[in-house]
């Protein structure tokens, strides 16, 4: 997720949690995984991640902090192509996405 404590801490997209805070995650359902690694905000918990292309898996530390989920985000691409993001679906879903259209419609001319 962007922002996220674990994007700015350098986890990726595809790599995978093996163990939190030296505890071997292995056979162990993602959800029970998520609620070791969430906690209060602004402490430390260490994720230890096996990343494609490493030789061998390595410690990350992520501070945790709160975490507000948008429930859309998007931008302008090249030949005024609008790319739009849908993370959420909630009941301020639609009327995220009409105010996002409207600014990137904006951004056009």
Do not use: C, H
Request: proline residues 5%; without cysteine; glycine residues 8%.
């Amino acid at each position: 997720m962007p922002n996220s404590p674990a994007e700015k801490a350098g986890i990726k997209s595809g790599d995978l949690i093996i163990a939190v805070d030296k505890e071997d995650m292995t056979g162990i359902p993602g959800d029970a995984v998520l609620k070791r690694i969430l906690g209060t905000a602004g402490t430390n918990v260490v994720l230890t991640v096996v990343r494609k292309g490493t030789d061998k898996p390595f410690d990350i530390t992520v501070t945790r902090a709160q975490i507000t989920v948008p429930q859309v985000d998007g931008r302008m691409l090249d030949n005024k192509i609008a790319y739009v993001r849908l993370y959420t679906f909630g009941d301020q879903t639609a009327s995220e996405l009409r105010k996002y259209l409207q600014d990137l419609l904006a951004q056009k001319s």
